[in-house]
């Protein structure tokens, strides 16, 4: 269990603002960039704090806390305490059953219904998502079975 997702989204966060808002990049190439920046720094995180400690689940859990606290006081002195405002990518409103929704709302049902379709059949559909729940079942059976752990360990920090 990774506990520092809440800070890493908040640096994909940031990173949107600033590639789209401060340095004027369309909005797809900022987002595209936020994730692969963090699916680089996730990787960075299994290679720095998980790999080294192999330990049990308790001093991954405190490294892993560690870093979420470290990445929150970070955030405050560099990107500072004040909400920043990020344009709509979708305009408008529409009525659903009697209550305005913003269209950008709607859009992100069927985005986030593309990208659990897309997790779900990269999990059960592709030879490193069977390495991957292979790991989960059992690390000794699956290395024995010639599934490099570490190697899928980076991948699972660099997707999720």
């Known amino acids: 269990i990774n506990f520092a997702h809440g800070a890493v989204y908040m640096l994909g966060a940031f990173a949107i603002y600033y590639v789209y808002f ?29 790999r080294p400690i192999k330990g049990g689940v308790e001093p991954t859990l405190v490294a892993l806390l560690a870093l979420t606290t470290l990445l929150q006081a970070a955030g405050y002195p560099v990107f500072g305490t004040l909400d920043k ?24 049902i069927p985005i986030a219904g593309a990208l659990v379709v897309g997790l779900y059949l990269f999990i059960n559909k592709t030879r490193i998502g069977a390495a991957m729940r292979a790991i989960e079942q059992d690390k000794e059976a699956a290395a024995l079975q010639g599934v490099n752990v570490n190697v899928i360990n980076g991948l699972a920090f660099a997707v999720g």
Do not use: C, D, K
């Not at 990049?25 to 720095?48: D, K």
């Not at 344009?87 to 992100?108: D, H, K, Y």
């Open 85 to 108: 405002h990020v344009p709509p990518v979708f305009s408008g409103t529409r009525n659903v059953l009697g209550v305005m929704i913003s269209v950008e709302r709607l859009m992100i």
């Open 22 to 50: 401060q340095w004027g990049a369309p909005y797809f190439a900022a987002f595209v960039l936020a994730m692969l920046l963090l699916g680089a720094f996730g990787y960075l995180v299994e290679r720095s704090i998980y």
